[in-house]
């Protein structure tokens, strides 16, 4: 009996021991085994028994980055008493951040009816992958366009475009040559052209539709409408303005001056014509074929530099109009090198009556005769010819007769005569001209904005 007393007693004691060690022994808590990337990491750990908190007593270590995915080691170590505890735990840095999209262009898109909506562009962009763009899957809906990406840890993130089949933009339409035309009573209007585009029907030229009509035997101002309309019924009208004027043939008309004018130079003529200008005290005005220190000397001494022609060529300025207005810029920019102002003032080779052009190019005086004028040109003709064109048959008494029996106090007296080589005559001339008008109560002026346009009748 006491055998057995003995051994109850000791079981008894070895349970309690267990039970006692069971309570006693020290339990590892570990809670954040998950971290989102970029976040501060700090262990969670703690060590207690049923008694107490033994937490001051672990040592944590761990190689966490938690700028890159991944799994990492966290290694907690304990010690009490006869335990000894050395445990690795995995900690995973994790990515939980969708992605974004962000849409080029309104979340309302808009498309031609009954034509595909062009993509205006996205961006995608993600907090660990950077830029997803090129991941983007794109699928169409019902009048929407839905946009998905996914980044490397499987978040995924939509957006959607609604779609708008619609058109509400006008087309446009553009007029060939000026929008102001000018013709001269009789000359023949041509329509000088036009083009329509539409964003959603392309060219719809053909669908232009003018009204209007010019009527050339009429002074007056006439307009004719351009109108067209697209497939969605958006319409667009575009007028163009023809005035019509008179032919002003002024060859009477004016103010009583003298207006000298030199064609075709500088040459050595243009330096001892400005010599005897300058003793004379008379202002004149230069139609030049080109432009040296003669030009810049006439033009700082008050006379008028105007552009003749860089050629000089009837049958290259007259075979058609771009050639000629390349040969009239082509002057234009040597004055200004050589004077630095842009003339506005012009003659036409031949003057504007001249019939050598209906060899080159039939009916280009009448077109370019208003057309010079649509570009901001005055042109002038003369209305006293001292007939010193050609060379030197025709002497100085010729030339003088010419000009003085044909000046009029009636009359705007533009004289032509020309100071290239050759013209001597001119030259010797000039000093009796001068003194005989002044003598008859002539003044002699430069032209400038306010002097009377003189304008033969045009012949071609
Ligand atoms: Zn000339």
Request: with cysteine.
């Given at each position: 009996?006491?055998?057995?007393?003995?051994l109850?007693?000791?079981?008894?004691?070895v349970?309690?021991?267990?039970?006692?060690?069971?309570?006693?022994?020290p339990?590892v808590?570990?809670?954040n085994?998950?971290?989102?990337?970029?976040?501060?990491?700090?262990?969670?750990?703690?060590?207690y028994?049923?008694?107490?908190?033994?937490?001051?007593?672990i040592?944590?270590?761990n190689?966490?980055?938690?700028?890159?995915?991944?799994?990492?080691d966290?290694?907690?170590?304990f010690?009490?008493?006869?335990?000894?505890i050395?445990?690795?735990y995995a900690?995973?840095?994790?990515?939980?951040?969708?992605?974004?999209?962000?849409?080029?262009?309104?979340?309302?898109?808009?498309?031609?009816?009954g034509?595909?909506?062009?993509e205006?562009?996205?961006?995608?962009?993600d907090?660990?992958?950077?830029d997803?763009?090129?991941?983007?899957?794109?699928?169409t809906?019902?009048?929407?366009?839905?946009?998905?990406?996914?980044?490397?840890?499987?978040n995924?993130?939509?957006?959607?475009?609604?779609?708008e089949?619609?058109?509400?933009?006008?087309?446009?339409?553009?007029?060939?040559g000026?929008?102001?035309?000018?013709?001269?009573?009789?000359?023949?209007?041509?329509?000088l052209?036009y083009?329509?585009?539409?964003?959603?029907?392309?060219?719809?030229?053909?669908?232009?539709?003018?009204?209007?009509?010019?009527?050339?035997s009429?002074v007056g101002?006439?307009?004719?409408?351009?109108?067209?309309?697209?497939?969605?019924?958006?319409?667009?009208?575009?007028?163009?303005?023809?005035?019509?004027?008179?032919?002003?043939?002024?060859m009477t008309?004016?103010?009583?001056?003298?207006y000298?004018?030199?064609?075709?130079g500088?040459s050595e003529?243009t330096?001892?014509?400005?010599?005897?200008?300058?003793?004379?005290?008379?202002?004149?005005?230069?139609?030049v074929?080109?432009?040296?220190?003669?030009?810049?000397?006439?033009?700082?001494?008050?006379?008028?530099?105007?552009?003749h022609?860089?050629?000089?060529?009837?049958?290259?300025?007259?075979?058609?109009?771009?050639?000629?207005?390349?040969?009239?810029?082509?002057?234009?920019?040597?004055?200004?090198?050589?004077i630095?102002?842009?003339?506005?003032?012009?003659?036409?080779p031949?003057?504007?009556?001249?019939?050598?052009?209906?060899?080159?190019?039939?009916?280009?005086?009448?077109?370019?005769?208003?057309?010079?004028?649509?570009?901001?040109?005055?042109?002038?003709?003369w209305?006293?010819?001292s007939?010193?064109?050609?060379?030197?048959?025709?002497?100085s008494?010729?030339?003088?007769?010419?000009?003085?029996?044909?000046?009029s106090?009636?009359k705007?007296?533009?004289?032509?005569?020309?100071?290239?080589?050759g013209?001597?005559?001119?030259?010797?001339?000039?000093?009796?001209?001068?003194?005989?008008?002044?003598?008859?109560?002539?003044?002699?002026?430069?032209?400038?904005?306010?002097?009377?346009?003189?304008?033969?009748?045009?012949?071609?």
């Amino acid at each position: 009996m006491k055998k057995y007393m003995w051994l109850i007693i000791i079981s008894v004691f070895v349970i309690l021991i267990s039970i006692l060690v069971f309570l006693l022994y020290p339990r590892v808590r570990f809670d954040n085994r998950n971290v989102n990337l970029g976040e501060v990491y700090n262990p969670d750990v703690k060590v207690y028994n049923i008694f107490t908190d033994l937490s001051n007593r672990i040592r944590v270590s761990n190689n966490v980055d938690t700028s890159k995915l991944g799994s990492y080691d966290v290694k907690v170590e304990f010690k009490y008493f006869f335990i000894n505890i050395k445990n690795k735990y995995a900690v995973e840095v994790v990515d939980k951040e969708n992605p974004v999209i962000n849409l080029v262009g309104s979340e309302i898109g808009r498309a031609c009816p009954g034509k595909e909506y062009v993509e205006e562009g996205y961006t995608a962009s993600d907090n660990y992958d950077g830029d997803l763009t090129d991941k983007v899957i794109i699928e169409t809906g019902d009048n929407k366009i839905i946009y998905t990406v996914s980044d490397s840890s499987g978040n995924a993130f939509n957006t959607e475009r609604k779609i708008e089949y619609i058109d509400e933009e006008a087309p446009t339409i553009k007029l060939s040559g000026n929008s102001t035309i000018y013709l001269y009573l009789g000359n023949n209007y041509q329509e000088l052209g036009y083009s329509a585009i539409d964003n959603c029907d392309g060219d719809i030229t053909d669908k232009v539709v003018s009204t209007g009509n010019v009527d050339t035997s009429n002074v007056g101002t006439y307009k004719i409408t351009y109108t067209v309309t697209d497939s969605s019924n958006n319409t667009t009208s575009v007028e163009r303005t023809i005035v019509v004027k008179k032919i002003v043939t002024q060859m009477t008309y004016g103010n009583g001056n003298v207006y000298l004018t030199f064609d075709d130079g500088p040459s050595e003529r243009t330096r001892e014509i400005l010599d005897i200008l300058d003793e004379e005290g008379v202002k004149a005005t230069f139609f030049v074929c080109g432009a040296n220190a003669y030009t810049k000397r006439a033009y700082d001494s008050g006379h008028t530099i105007a552009l003749h022609s860089n050629t000089h060529n009837y049958s290259y300025i007259y075979a058609n109009s771009n050639n000629f207005f390349e040969d009239l810029n082509a002057i234009d920019t040597k004055v200004f090198n050589v004077i630095g102002i842009h003339s506005k003032f012009t003659r036409f080779p031949g003057g504007s009556s001249n019939t050598i052009s209906r060899r080159y190019h039939t009916g280009i005086m009448s077109y370019l005769t208003s057309e010079i004028e649509n570009r901001g040109y005055t042109y002038f003709d003369w209305n006293v010819d001292s007939n010193d064109a050609g060379s030197d048959v025709y002497s100085s008494d010729n030339i003088y007769a010419n000009v003085i029996n044909h000046l009029s106090h009636n009359k705007t007296n533009i004289v032509l005569m020309h100071d290239s080589g050759g013209h001597s005559a001119t030259v010797n001339a000039l000093r009796n001209i001068i003194r005989t008008a002044k003598g008859y109560g002539y003044s002699f002026k430069a032209i400038d904005s306010s002097t009377p346009v003189i304008h033969h009748g045009v012949n071609n």
